[in-house]
């Protein structure tokens, strides 16, 4: 297979083919191109006609873009004339709906997406959370941050092809991707851009799918490490939760056997007072009582008062009258 390409399809050919075995196209009236968009029928024309050169460095020069050799290089071709195209010629305009269709297609089920994210997770704790089933794709909320970080991201390859201008200031310093203004090959006359539109239509699409399974990788390997991070937090707050409600248990039982403890404290003495209080009674009890020293006191009288104490003179018989004045 020789360095040279279908313009239709892109495919590798050999320079001899008439048919692309791929699409079938017709090398016999548009031959096969090479990596810088020439023609290569053409290109061998402008050799041949070339008096500078003897035939041997002729056919060798011819071998070497066969071979996949740049003509820029080797003199016998130019990059395309820069400037406007005719109306017929230029690029139509990109419909929003076809920016990136493998990536407003995606599923966020792509196996080598799951695969990168593995290889950055591994040996981690995100990895075994997501063997343990931890993470499910297929979750309301995560499909939905997936599909914002889409919505995001097409947002900027529309402003990079050039489909909507920049909403801000921070926008415009997205590079425009544009597919190139070319024409025709000022030394061999290939319609370059016919080739170059179809080079860049294929570059566009490739790169947008692997751009999708960039994004979804990373959009997936983001969302693991953030959700096992609050995953972490969340178990800590349980924990410590958990560990209040343990205290406050105690603090209740200790505050409910702690009046049951004093109660009997407080007995104790009481008791011990009581006892030695009956035992002072029973004392008194077995006692005898002690005759009173007091005076006894006068019996009272009758209705005009008490009684006067009767006195009796027990003296000798002549001195009785003396005794009663």
């Not at 997501?130 to 097409?154: H, I, P, S, W």
């Not at 090959?185 to 947008?208: E, F, R, V, Y």
């Not at 994004?215 to 800590?236: C, F, G």
Request: with cysteine; charged share 30%.
């Amino acid at each position: 297979m020789g360095g040279v390409y279908c313009p239709t399809c892109e495919a590798g050919v050999e320079v001899t083919a008439k048919f692309c075995l791929s699409c079938g196209h017709d090398l016999t009236i548009q031959g096969p191109i090479t990596a810088t968009g020439h023609d290569l029928h053409q290109l061998k024309d402008v050799i041949r006609l070339r008096e500078d050169l003897s035939m041997a460095e002729k056919f060798d020069m011819i071998a070497r873009i066969e071979d996949g050799a740049d003509p820029i290089a080797l003199g016998i071709a130019a990059a395309a004339d820069d400037g406007d195209l005719p109306p017929e010629q230029e690029a139509p305009a990109q419909n929003l709906d076809e920016v990136a269709p493998a990536l407003q297609a995606a599923t966020w089920d792509n196996g080598a997406a799951a695969a990168a994210t593995d290889l950055a997770t591994e040996g981690l704790k995100i990895n075994d959370l997501k063997k343990a089933g931890a993470f499910d794709k297929e979750d309301k909320t995560f499909v939905e941050a997936m599909d914002l970080g889409r919505k995001a991201t097409l947002e900027l390859l529309k402003v990079s092809q050039g489909m909507v201008l920049p909403a801000n200031d921070a926008l415009q310093q997205v590079p425009i991707m544009q597919p190139p203004n070319k024409s025709f090959c000022p030394k061999c006359g290939s319609d370059i851009h016919a080739n170059t539109m179809l080079q860049w239509k294929k570059w566009s699409d490739t790169s947008t799918e692997v751009l999708t399974i960039q994004l979804e990788a990373a959009m997936r390997t983001s969302l693991m490490h953030l959700s096992a991070s609050y995953r972490d937090k969340i178990q800590d707050l349980q924990d410590q939760l958990s560990d209040a409600k343990k205290a406050v248990e105690r603090a209740k039982e200790e505050a409910a056997s702690a009046p049951k403890t004093e109660t009997k404290e407080a007995e104790a003495p009481k008791a011990k007072e009581k006892k030695k209080t009956g035992k002072a009674a029973a004392a008194t009890k077995a006692a005898p009582k002690k005759a009173s020293s007091s005076p006894t006191k006068p019996k009272a009288g009758g209705l005009f008062g008490a009684k006067k104490p009767k006195k009796t003179y027990e003296g000798e018989p002549g001195g009785k009258a003396e005794w009663f004045l």
